[in-house]
Every structure is written in C-alpha cells, then in structure tokens.
C-alpha cells in the first residue's frame, strides 16, 4: 500500500488505543478528572462490566456551557498551558486527551453545572462526532456517562475479558484511589448494587477497613517517615500503612503506591517495602500496604506514558531508601512481632 494520511476518525480510534485499553481505563480518566475538580464525592455506576455503560456523577467544579465543546476535543486542558508546567505537576490529569480519546470510541455525554450558575448544560459526542452544548437541568458537580465502549472498535471487545473480570478490575482502581482519597466519598454500583463505598471521613484506616475488612485493617501499623529529614525538599516523605508480619496475602496486588497522591505501578517500589519483611516473612507471602510519598513534583517524570500509571524518579535509591527505612521502622516498633526466619 501506498503511504496515505490516516482518515481522522481512524486516527482517533488508534490513538485512543494508548488511553482506553478496558472498561477500568475509562473510570480511572473520569475519576481523576472527578478528582482535579475538587470533589468530595465520587459515584461510579457499571452495566455489563463498564461496556454497556459507565456513568460517573461528581459534585466538583463543573464546566460552563461555552467549555464544553472544547473538553472533548483533543489536547484541550485546562490544567496545563505551557511546556516548563510539567516539571510541576499538581493535577492527575495534564494531556488535554482523555475525554477526546473516550469520544472515539464510545459514545459521551456530558451534563454539568458549575457551582456559581443557575442552569447546567450537557454536550454528547458519538465515534468523534460532537453535538452542539445546550442548556440542560444539571446539579452542582459534573455527570459523564460513557455507552457502548467499543462497539465501534470490534478489534479491541475481541480482547476484553468477561463481564466480572472487568468488573474486578474496576473495583480493584475504585479502591486504590479511594485509599489515595480518604476525604472523598466513593460510591460504586454494577448492574444497579452497591460493591463499594468510603465514608469519605478523611480516614484512611476508615477506608483500610471498606478494602480489606476490620481483622486485617487492625492488622496493620503506621508508616511514618517524617521524622527525619524534615525540611529538606527534595527529600521523600514516606506515610501509610503496612500489614504486620501476621497478616499476609499470597500476591503482590495488595502493595499500593500513591506519588503525591497520583496511584502509580512501580516494581522498584514493591521491592524497597517487601526488602522492609526480610527474614520477617516467609517467602510465596507477601504484605499489604498502602504507601503515600510525597516528593517534590520536579523531582518526578510523570509524562512516561499515556496511562500515566508509570512514573520515573529523578533520584531513585533516595526513594528506594526512605521507604524500605520507613516501613522497616514501623515494623520493628511493633511490641511483639514474631520473628521467625525466612527459609531461603
Ligand atoms: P486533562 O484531564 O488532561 O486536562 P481531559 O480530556 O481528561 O484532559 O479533560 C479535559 C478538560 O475537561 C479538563 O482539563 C477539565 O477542564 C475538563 N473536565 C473534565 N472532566 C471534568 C470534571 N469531572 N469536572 C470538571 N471539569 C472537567
Ligand atoms: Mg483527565
């Protein structure tokens, strides 16, 4: 074949590719977006595991009707303009394409009303095509409601797992982020019942005991790594919490990292905490804990990859150490930790 100029749709639909892989990437964007916008509760609504139907209400700043327009398009923000902004980022989301890319394979509505204007209004976008903004009835906050995910991308539903595997995966993001977020209220249904929901008390034990239950929430000890080098800036600050050596589960998915309050994947990280449990557990058992670090944003490489799950530290062993020296310290202030040797 010759080489031709992709059509624009086609385009769009490929490029989405990098953002939306499955139902749960669609909810991550929407929250984080809840989140940016100040909200203090969160409700996620799924049919059929996120394909039929993901609906996310928040009650954070919303967007004026003249906006709307411009939130669905692609590399449209509001959060960064110029280039030297992304050595200090301070919102989850930074690219501008999140909704855009959602657009091209899916079909989008957006009703919102900001919190200073009487009416709301709502625009809906279908395989990139989008509508005119109108005024709608709307309550303070923003609802967006996503349909039929992938109908048009036949090539992805191909990949997608059943109904309840995306269901989990879903659930299994709502926590973390609810873990990052204390203060908000996170409800979230499937087929029309609860599966999950936080008090939004600010709590972060609170939310420990809607993730994984009072005996294992008890379970668990606080990290706190302020102590020392205190008013140094480029210095991580490690807090959380971790399970004692008794309380234990058989995978590493129970190993949560937030970077200033942003949920990323790290093994570097998981191996600085599990390096915490030398000799204290056996091997095949693996701890659960929930780690926020706090660091200075220009310090950190948020921009790695579209999902933004990934991140890059400008100094590395610096974190390494802070967490394995945090999470070893709470360990061992535990009274009466049994210490039995790991076999090797
Ligand atoms: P980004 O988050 O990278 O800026 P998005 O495509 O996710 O890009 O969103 C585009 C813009 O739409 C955001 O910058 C923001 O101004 C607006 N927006 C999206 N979702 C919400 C929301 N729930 N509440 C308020 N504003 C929102
Ligand atoms: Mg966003």
Redesign the pocket.
């Known amino acids: 074949m010759p080489i031709r100029q992709l059509a624009p749709d086609v385009a769009a639909k490929i490029a989405a590719g990098e953002v939306v892989e499955r139902p749960a990437s669609v909810v991550k964007?929407l929250i984080?977006?809840?989140i940016?916008?100040g909200s203090t509760q969160i409700r996620v609504d799924l049919m059929n595991g996120g394909l039929q139907l993901i609906r996310v209400t928040?009650n954070?700043?919303?967007?004026p009707l003249e906006e709307l327009p411009l939130?669905l398009e692609r590399h449209?923000?509001?959060?960064v303009s110029v280039i030297d902004d992304l050595e200090q980022i301070h919102s989850l989301?930074?690219?501008?394409?999140?909704?855009?890319s959602i657009a091209a394979v899916a079909e989008v509505t957006l009703l919102?009303r900001p919190r200073d204007t009487e009416q709301g209004a709502q625009i809906s976008a279908e395989s990139g095509r989008i509508s005119n903004a109108t005024p709608a009835a709307s309550p303070v906050g923003?609802t967006?409601t996503v349909r039929n995910l992938f109908s048009a991308v036949p090539a992805r539903l191909k990949f997608l797992k059943s109904r309840n595997t995306e269901v989990s995966h879903c659930h299994h993001l709502l926590e973390q982020y609810a873990l990052a977020y204390p203060e908000i209220r996170f409800t979230v249904t499937s087929e029309g019942k609860q599966i999950f929901a936080t008090p939004g008390d600010g709590k972060l034990f609170s939310v420990l005991v809607q993730v994984y239950g009072l005996q294992i929430a008890e379970q668990m000890v606080e990290v706190d790594g302020d102590d020392e080098h205190e008013d140094d800036g480029e210095y991580p600050r490690v807090k959380g919490f971790v399970s004692r050596p008794s309380a234990y589960k058989s995978t590493r998915q129970h190993i949560s990292f937030f970077v200033n309050r942003r949920w990323v994947l790290s093994r570097m990280l998981t191996t600085a905490v599990e390096g915490a449990y030398h000799s204290l557990l056996l091997s095949g058992r693996h701890p659960i804990a929930v780690i926020n670090i706090q660091i200075d944003p220009s310090f950190l490489d948020v921009n790695v990859h579209p999902a933004k799950t990934e991140i890059r530290f400008l100094k590395e062993r610096r974190v390494f150490a802070a967490i394995l020296r945090a999470t070893r310290k709470a360990l061992l202030q535990e009274p009466e930790m049994p210490r039995w040797k790991a076999k090797s």
Do not use: V, Y
């Open positions: 964007e984080e977006n809840s940016d916008a928040d954070g700043s919303g967007i939130a449209a923000t509001s959060k989301g930074f690219r501008g394409e999140a909704l855009a919102s923003t967006i």
